[in-house]
């Protein structure tokens, strides 16, 4: 499909077009200077399309943390929590949308699919944008990912110095686009070498970051965990763990969820799917009270043979986009980074023998 250029100045009116259809929420940065998530007001003035991803996942607009599944007698299908409105998320980076690999997956392949998802994946908008930098918590290039969109996205935004390099991906994005042609001046070869120069100077940065860290390529993944199932490792980590579920509740592609039952009207029952985590120790509790993960260093290399053993096998993707995400929340500072290098290391270091 085309490329168009959206000149800086005519932003908002893309924007406010936007907020006439869908509730539009863009990346702002915050006074912490971290980027959040956050819904359109009317002022765009400090909105973010470039930078880099959020603190908070993506997966947060399709898989809610709390969602009603059933209200007394209705279908599940006729249930949802969500406004009527459909919504638009601007400034999407490559790492969260390499997530919906994960999620796709796991709620829409197979015998049992869940219409809420589908519903929100489907009548929603994703405008995705090239990352201009990267922080020093970024490492997509070592698990097999750019720093730029490359699919799940219906229309992409690259930030250029005068404005943006905007193509449609999808049939949807080409509607939307099309519906504000006027907006639109056609893009010319300046416009995507800058976006070529914007791209290559921020993929410079992942790299010296994966450099500085010593982390391994994907390639050299595979067996790491089966390689190293006894590994001190484990235990040396699971020490700083404070089993908060941190790292599952900011990471693109955790999707584990538990179903509550609760009384309303005194008569009435309600079903609630909210988000759970492979680190709290009730998590894999069955019943009769038997829990086969009882130690921390067993839940933590749960998790990790789920991110670099179990998704490759099932759907070919590792279940980990080098968002850096549970790192920077992690109140331990358990780094995924030096666990991926040193489970690397040890697994050569036993082929050597």
């Not at 097999?144 to 699919?151: A, L, T």
């Not at 504000?180 to 290559?200: M, N, V």
């Amino acid at each position: 499909m085309k490329e168009r250029f959206l000149k800086k100045d005519d932003f908002k009116k893309f924007a406010d077009a936007l907020a006439d259809i869908y509730r539009v929420y863009h990346i702002r940065k915050g006074r912490d200077e971290n980027l959040h998530l956050l819904r359109y007001s009317g002022e765009v003035k400090d909105a973010v399309i470039g930078g880099v991803r959020p603190f908070e996942p993506l997966k947060n607009f399709f898989f809610y943390a709390r969602e009603k599944v059933v209200d007394g007698y209705k279908d599940s299908e006729e249930v949802g929590e969500g406004e009527d409105k459909a919504f638009c998320i601007l400034g999407v980076k490559n790492c969260d949308l390499a997530g919906l690999n994960i999620s796709d997956y796991v709620f829409t392949q197979g015998d049992f699919k869940d219409p809420f998802y589908i519903r929100n994946r489907e009548r929603n908008l994703i405008i995705a944008a090239d990352c201009s930098k990267a922080i020093d918590t970024c490492f997509c290039h070592a698990v097999g990912n750019q720093h730029y969109p490359e699919k799940n996205y219906d229309i992409l935004m690259s930030e250029l110095s005068a404005g943006y390099l905007i193509e449609a991906a999808t049939e949807k994005g080409e509607r939307v686009l099309g519906r504000h042609a006027e907006l639109f001046d056609a893009a010319q070869r300046k416009h995507s070498e800058e976006r070529d120069r914007i791209r290559k100077h921020a993929g410079e940065e992942v790299e010296k970051n994966i450099k500085a860290n010593e982390i391994p390529p994907y390639t050299d993944y595979k067996d790491i965990i089966k390689e190293n199932i006894e590994s001190e490792i484990w235990q040396r980590e699971a020490d700083a763990c404070v089993e908060c579920g941190s790292c599952n509740v900011v990471c693109p592609t955790c999707h584990c969820f538990y179903l509550v039952d609760a009384s309303r009207d005194g008569d009435k029952e309600v079903r609630y799917k909210v988000w759970d985590s492979c680190m709290y120790k009730r998590f894999a509790r069955v019943a009769g009270g038997v829990n086969p993960r009882r130690h921390i260093r067993e839940r933590l290399r749960n998790r990790f043979e789920k991110k670099f053993d179990f998704f490759p096998q099932v759907c070919e993707y590792y279940a980990c986009t080098g968002c850096g995400r549970c790192f920077s929340g992690c109140p331990g500072k358990i780094d995924i980074r030096k666990i991926l290098k040193d489970l690397v290391r040890e697994k050569k270091a036993k082929a050597k023998t």
